[in-house]
């Protein structure tokens, strides 16, 4: 296709200027437009570089989409400095060094543009400038699909970037663009990335997917705000916080991702509301590191596509759930390390594989009016120096309720067990715990079932229709003087006389109209097999 001509119309009121003139070539037609002028493009290839330095309009003809070829042979094609509007046209670049359209000052509008290139960015905004983009589609196999730099910022509304040799969307520099329903996908690197002090990256009801990478990254203090996004088909993480990120997810969705659906680490911060998580190869939320923190309300995770906890925390991390939803999942929280610590209130875990709630190497778990239904084990405190609370918590449909073992000291209050196959509470190796107000019912097993010289305290707990009987306080290899369980005030639907435990110190005492407590002695079998 030849090169055309250029269209201007002079908008001025000057009488001695010509209200329309006619130009070989696009860089003599801006040369003679003024402030308000219309340049309209011919079709044609245009093998110039232009800058546009006034407020004038460059189109492309109406109707002829793509007609209008900006494709010099190297350097930027399209550079703007002014607050132009520029629609209708389509940008080629060649030069691996340079960005095919830079914006570097003004608030232009960019609408309607395809820029189809092998450049370094197919979409550059840096300094002062503030462009609207409208409807603009980069594909740019060989760089950065849209780069946001030095302080650029500007709204890109329904844009998309169909190939990207490194990231999709890439804000640094302390830069702060928006992006509105825009689509990236078929990224080689990060879907959206977003780095450096003062950097920030607000998206509103946009897609990712496809990405060879995370499909979303934010590193070193930068920040970002997702709102209605969908995140999806990635071959690494689906979103990747790192180094004092902040990011915040409300109306989210990410799913369909092999790695970690979330990964936070080194004091990054995320907060998530009405966010959902689901289809994930290994952790939906991988929490990491003191100082990382997560945030969650009334978010859903759930249908694990791996063997992995969806809920992850560890080295000294921190995760609050609060109203949220795990489910159909192998494991839904493990808490590990010491000064780990998750916060679990009015939400439900359910159809869990494995175990619901792992505590151990000394972290902590409060779970406060939560429901677990339908796991292996409810809840396990695993080791010495784990522990935490759970408070008016139900636990219905497990293997086993709770399991204490190793020296862990958790505190259980006001919670029911209900129709555990095995033992609603089973203490072992050393493990202590206080159980106040709780309540088994229903057990295939043993209400309360503590061995080994465990020094568990039981006070006004309550056992009804439990197999085996409501407690049993077997002392298989305790050693002299190691003591057993301390029950005051605790009550069973059983008939017959109490049978105290038999090791040294415990006493065992109950209420006036106390129907009683039947010791069992210990039968071989009788403790759960929990499996690591």
């Given at each position: ?396 449909g497990m293997q086993t309720g709770v399991i204490v073992t190793k020296g862990a000291d958790p505190t259980v209050e006001r919670c029911t067990i209900d129709s555990p196959e095995e033992a609603g509470v089973y203490v072992s190796a050393g493990g202590r715990g206080s159980f106040l107000n709780c309540r088994v019912t229903g057990s ?89």
């Open positions: 296709m030849a090169q055309g001509t250029v269209q201007v119309t002079h908008t001025g009121t000057s009488r001695w200027r010509r209200r329309t003139g006619e130009y070989a070539s696009l860089a003599a037609a801006l040369e003679a437009a003024a402030e308000g002028d219309v340049l309209t493009v011919a079709p044609g290839t245009y093998r110039e570089n232009l800058v546009v330095e006034r407020a004038v309009t460059l189109r492309g003809p109406e109707g002829s989409s793509g007609s209008v070829r900006i494709a010099p042979l190297d350097g930027v094609p399209l550079t703007v400095r002014a607050s132009a509007v520029v629609q209708d046209l389509h940008v080629e670049g060649q030069d691996a060094a340079a960005p095919a359209l830079l914006v570097e000052d003004g608030t232009p509008e960019l609408r309607d543009i395809r820029v189809v290139t092998r450049s370094a960015a197919g979409i550059e905004v840096r300094g002062s400038a503030r462009p609207t983009v409208r409807r603009c589609t980069v594909d740019n196999p060989a760089g950065v699909g849209i780069a946001v730099l030095d302080g650029g910022g500007g709204v890109f509304e329904e844009c998309e970037v169909v190939a990207a040799g490194q990231a999709g969307v890439a804000v640094r520099g302390g830069a702060r663009p928006r992006l509105e329903r825009c689509r990236v996908h078929h990224a080689a690197g990060s879907g959206l990335t977003a780095t450096g002090d003062n950097s920030s990256l607000e998206a509103v009801g946009c897609e990712v997917y496809e990405v060879r990478g995370s499909g979303v990254q934010v590193t070193g203090r930068a920040t970002a705000h997702l709102t209605d996004c969908d995140v999806h088909r990635t071959t690494g993480d689906g979103v990747t916080l790192d180094t004092d990120a902040v990011l915040t997810l409300a109306d989210c969705r990410i799913h369909d991702i092999p790695e970690n659906a979330v990964d936070l680490r080194s004091r990054s911060v995320l907060t998530m509301t009405r966010t959902t998580v689901r289809q994930f190869g290994r952790n939906g939320l991988s929490v990491w590191d003191p100082g990382t923190r997560v945030d969650a309300n009334q978010c859903e995770i759930f249908d694990s596509t791996g063997d992995y906890p969806a809920v992850w925390v560890s080295d000294g991390a921190t995760v609050v759930l609060d109203s949220c939803r795990v489910h159909d999942v192998p494991d839904a929280l493990f808490v590990l390390d010491r000064g780990s610590r998750a916060d679990v209130v009015d939400s439900d875990l359910s159809q869990v594989r494995n175990t619901a709630v792992s505590v151990s190497d000394g972290a902590t778990a409060q779970l406060d009016d939560c429901r677990i239904r339908e796991a292996a084990t409810g809840a396990w405190f695993r080791d010495h120096g784990s522990g935490g609370t759970l408070n008016n918590c139900t636990l219905d295939g097993g043993y209400g309360f079932h503590v061995i080994d010289g465990s020094r568990t305290t039981l006070r006004k707990c309550r056992t009804e229709r439990c197999a085996r009987g409501g407690y049993e306080f077997a002392e298989s290899g305790a050693a002299p003087g190691a003591g057993g369980p301390l029950v005051e005030d605790c009550t069973s639907d059983e008939s017959g006389s109490l049978t105290p435990p038999a090791a040294p110190e415990p006493a065992v005492q109950t209420t006036g109209h106390s129907p009683g407590l039947r010791g069992a002695q210990a039968r071989a079998g009788g403790a759960p097999s929990p499996a690591a």
